[in-house]
């Protein structure tokens, strides 16, 4: 398995982390509204949660940036291939 495949697979993992942890937010509004948990408690873990949803994100763009930075270094590499076969065909 290619590094970018590695890196894009990283990176659906962590978008389906994301989900799972806004569902987790959608739950806490219902135990909310149930009355099942205060206001307070709501909050906190929300707080807990939204932390956690922009760490998750960071890493994402991360994730992105490096697969950039690999797609570029690939490019590069198939350029000095190209003009290699040029000097070898004059």
């Known amino acids: 398995m290619s590094f970018e495949k590695r890196l894009e697979k990283s ?9 799972k942890e806004e569902k987790r937010i959608e739950n806490l509004k219902e135990k909310l509204d149930s009355g099942k948990i205060t206001r307070a408690k709501y909050n906190i873990e929300k707080k807990k ?15 992105q940036g ?25």
Do not use: D, G, P, Y
């Not at 490096?66 to 040029?86: D, F, G, L, N, V």
């Open 66 to 90: 490096i697969m950039t930075k690999e797609k570029r270094h690939q490019e590069e590499i198939a350029e000095e291939k190209r003009k290699k076969k040029e000097k070898k065909k004059k």
């Open 49 to 63: 949660i939204e932390v956690k949803i922009r760490t998750i994100n960071s890493r994402i763009r991360t994730l």
């Open 11 to 19: 990176i659906v993992k962590k978008e389906k982390a994301i989900e």
